[in-house]
T-cell receptor
Framework: DTGVSQNPRHKITKRGQNVTFRCDPI?????LYWYRQTLGQGPEFLTY????????KSRLLSDRFSAERPKGSFSTLEIQRTEQGDSAMYLC???????????FGPGTRLTVT | TQLLEQSPQFLSIQEGENLTVYCNSS?????LQWYRQEPGEGPVLLVT?????EVKKLKRLTFQFGDARKDSSLHITAAQPGDTGLYLC???????????FGAGTRLTVKP
């Protein structure tokens, strides 16, 4: 399967702990996006990368959130000092830079207790 | 506040019925995508429309982009239980970086 993959699929953590998620995009896609989705809502944009450069960040992305894509391939999203409000599905998507079409991974479901 | 308003929010129908769901905005989009999402999974791209007035058909699904590129509709003919899911529309602005999603229409097709 050459689609977008995300790990882990599920993460349960205690409030105050740090968590890190990984996204592996479709191999030829140079754009990578992170979204957050809460129950009953559509995905909300967090940030995106063009190759290894992080070009845009939403105001939803607080200082506790950091994303990297060091070699322009896979990306990580880290949340420090997790809060219960961080509980959500974190989705990764990738696309070609000249395309409107984004392809999503299966997501990482985070539960903060 | 959702930039894209989807209606209805919930729809429950019997197998074989037809349905239309809507996606409306006050903003103009360079393109609009429709996705279907199943519980615990990521959205799966169904179609992209880019031209005002464009109509695309995908088997029993018909997608239309409004002339003013502010709204779209999805029509399903002879719905099947396998069509059950959350249907999301998403609009891309001209800078192509920031795709905004609606809250979705949750469709249930009963056998």
């Amino acid at each position: 399967d050459t689609g977008v993959s995300q790990n882990p699929r599920h993460k349960i953590t205690k409030r105050g702990q740090n968590v890190t998620f990984r996204c592996d995009p479709i191999s030829e896609h140079n754009r990578l996006y992170w979204y957050r989705q809460t129950l009953g809502q559509g995905p909300e944009f967090l940030t995106y990368f063009q190759n290894e450069a992080q070009l845009e960040k939403s105001r939803l992305l607080s200082d506790r959130f950091s994303a990297e894509r060091p070699k322009g391939s896979f990306s990580t999203l880290e949340i420090q000092r997790t809060e219960q409000g961080d509980s959500a599905m974190y989705l990764c998507a990738s696309s070609l830079s000249n395309s409107y079409e984004q392809y999503f991974g299966p997501g990482t479901r985070l539960t903060v207790t | 506040t959702q930039l894209l308003e989807q209606s209805p929010q919930f729809l429950s129908i019997q197998e074989g019925e037809n349905l239309t769901v809507y996606c409306n905005s006050s903003s103009v989009f360079s393109s609009l995508q429709w996705y279907r999402q199943e519980p615990g999974e990521g959205p799966v791209l169904l179609v992209t429309v880019v031209t005002g007035g464009e109509v695309k058909k995908l088997k029993r699904l018909t997608f239309q982009f409004g002339d003013a590129r502010k709204d779209s509709s999805l029509h399903i003919t002879a719905a099947q239980p396998g069509d059950t899911g959350l249907y999301l529309c998403a609009g891309s602005s001209y800078n192509n970086n920031d795709m905004r999603f609606g809250a979705g229409t949750r469709l249930t097709v009963k056998p």
